[in-house]
């Protein structure tokens, strides 16, 4: 064994060159170095060897082993990934529904229970495809890049939550009819929590969704499944602005950012599904934490804020389509609204997608 440390220690350096590491990966390569440096603790493999310290010969084969397998795959485990003082993305619902909640909290992730949950969550709604193609995202979620990662680590900081969408093919699948079932859970004032109607779709929207096609409605989404990072707050960006003033908003935004962490306008499934899946996240973190609302109210709930959704183009008529809640928070109604003028209540839900 000993034999075998030796010859791929002295490769390590050659290996980390012929693997071409981006300045995040070869910082992580540097990392896993020192570690292992603190392991033998000064000691060289021959003087592990010869005082047959079987305890630190193992600890040193496994640390050898993570570098090397980094250095053939540049992909780490990601199980039980915390992120530390990240912005509490649950204080403003906690709030709402009467629970005092910390600023920052250390966020664990742990994807593969995360794609069980959203899984589940397609399921109860009628999307059984989704789930499947959810649930084959698993294997992958289980190892990433070190510059995913960094990106995640980043986005769970600011206070994003993460929630595992499928890929464009089964999306392009997705009639709207499939769409609609995608409606979260709410509780009104001191009330049992009940399921939203399904989504309802002015006439004048569903003909120009289908005039327009999956095609374009679901522009820049990945062929494979990815992760959408969103902020859940209740209030949407760019409000008070004109759909041209919110598109160049966005390009003023992702003019330092690289293909990787590109920030978008979130498109009409993503939408049903963000309202979806964040309801049903509250709800899970406040059965573990157990607290009981007064109150869940969905993301902008009532007639205060809308999401426009400026992937899409505006119609003859200079309308786009939009989101809002009517019959207080019961029913989520999908119409067309005036894109040219601006209103206080009218923004944009920006997102960013990870291919897995």
Do not use: H
Request: aromatic content about 8%.
């Amino acid at each position: 064994m000993t034999e075998q440390i030796n010859i791929e220690t002295e490769n390590f350096e050659t290996m980390a060159v012929k693997a071409n590491l981006s300045n995040v990966e070869r910082e992580y390569f540097d990392k896993l170095k020192a570690e292992l440096k603190q392991i033998l603790g000064g000691k060289t493999f021959e003087e592990i060897e010869k005082t047959q310290d079987l305890v630190l010969a193992r600890k040193a084969s496994k640390k050898m082993s993570e570098i090397l397998n980094f250095l053939k795959t540049k992909e780490v485990e990601t199980k039980g990934l915390i992120i530390k003082d990240a912005k509490n993305p649950f204080a403003e619902a906690f709030r709402d529904g009467g629970v005092d909640a910390p600023e920052t909290i250390d966020y664990v992730l742990n994807f593969e229970e995360l794609a069980d949950m959203n899984a589940k969550v397609y399921e109860t709604r009628g999307l059984q495809k989704w789930a499947e193609e959810v649930k084959k995202a698993k294997e992958k979620l289980g190892k990433m890049s070190i510059e995913q990662l960094e990106i995640i680590k980043q986005e769970i900081k600011e206070g994003s939550i993460p929630i595992i969408m499928p890929g464009k093919k089964i999306m392009m699948e997705t009639t709207l009819e499939q769409i609609k079932k995608l409606r979260p859970i709410f509780k009104k004032e001191n009330e049992e929590i009940n399921l939203a109607k399904e989504s309802n779709y002015s006439k004048q929207l569903t003909e120009k969704l289908l005039e327009i096609g999956n095609e374009l409605l679901l522009c820049d989404i990945p062929d494979e499944p990815y992760i959408l990072f969103t902020d859940p707050t209740q209030k949407p960006r760019f409000l008070n602005c004109t759909v041209e003033e919110q598109k160049n908003a966005i390009t003023y935004l992702n003019a330092n950012r690289t293909e990787g962490n590109k920030i978008y306008a979130m498109n009409l499934p993503e939408y049903a599904a963000m309202q979806t899946m964040f309801a049903e996240m509250v709800k899970k973190r406040s059965n573990e934490e157990n607290v009981v609302f007064s109150q869940l109210r969905p993301l902008d709930c009532g007639r205060a804020f809308w999401t426009s959704f400026i992937s899409l183009p505006v119609s003859a008529k200079g309308l786009i389509p939009v989101a809002n809640w009517e019959n207080l928070y019961s029913e989520l109604f999908f119409s067309l609204a005036d894109a040219v003028n601006p209103y206080p209540g009218a923004g944009v839900r920006l997102a960013e997608r990870m291919e897995i």
